[in-house]
């Protein structure tokens, strides 16, 4: 939340200087980054700029959090650091920095407009990716969520958030598929793809 707000303090800063008009903004993020840039759209800083959207492009973004995460070796280090070091980041992509998880960080973003305003929003993500997953990245559902009573309802209601007010012809999924022939550690824990 602190950083969409810088991030949109930032671009307010950027457009009053006024070194040329600035009729459209686009965003292109990467991982995280797609979550700040989200945040900075229901910030109140940048409400003045919302009907000036154009394009969203989200690289491999945990939109959705790691909630259904499949790599054991991803969950155990973030289970350590979540625990040891307190690592808030890391407790709100799980939905666990509240008690209740619809005050969770990324349920409040998931209420938050902003994405509809775009004419066109990129997800892109790849299976092949075992950081981010692959649902959360395409922001869609997956078949833990139906069958888990913890946090299944929390997730459905999160991809119904975001998805709701936008335009099914404004999103487009592109799926990556890269030629990793290399076998090392990078490739074994999926950040090859990321």
Same mark, same amino acid.
């Given at each position: ?9 930032? /671009?307010? *800063? ?21 979550? #700040? ?5 229901? @910030? ?9 959207? $154009?394009?969203?492009?989200?690289? @491999?973004?945990? !939109?959705?959090? +790691? #909630? +259904?995460?499949?790599?054991? &070796?991803?969950?155990? =280090? ?5 625990? %040891? ?7 709100? &992509? ?7 998880? !619809? ?6 973003? @998931? ?6 305003? %775009? ?14 997953? %692959? $649902? ?8 833990? =969520? ?13 991809? $119904?958030? /975001? ?9 487009? *999924? ?21």
């Amino acid at each position: 939340e602190t950083k969409g707000t810088r991030l949109a303090h930032e /671009i307010v *800063r950027f457009v009053r200087k006024g070194a040329f008009p600035v009729k459209k903004i686009s965003f292109v993020a990467h991982s995280l980054g797609a979550l #700040i840039a989200r945040a900075c759209l229901v @910030s109140p800083a940048f409400r003045q700029y919302l009907d000036q959207l $154009h394009v969203f492009v989200s690289l @491999s973004c945990p !939109h959705l959090g +790691y #909630i +259904y995460n499949k790599n054991r &070796l991803v969950d155990s =280090a973030m289970w350590i650091l979540r625990n %040891f070091k307190k690592a808030e980041g890391l407790k709100q &992509l799980t939905c666990t920095d509240d008690r209740d998880p !619809h005050k969770c960080f990324l349920y409040q973003l @998931s209420l938050g407009k902003g994405l509809e305003k %775009f004419n066109t929003v990129f997800l892109i993500s790849s299976p092949q990716d075992r950081y981010v997953p %692959f $649902h959360s990245s395409r922001i869609e559902m997956c078949p833990e =969520a139906f069958k888990d009573t913890k946090q299944g309802q929390l997730y459905k209601e999160m991809v $119904h958030n /975001i998805l709701r007010p936008l335009d099914a012809c404004k999103v487009i *999924r592109l799926d990556v598929v890269f030629g990793i022939t290399r076998r090392d550690l990078q490739s074994a824990i999926g950040r090859a793809a990321q």
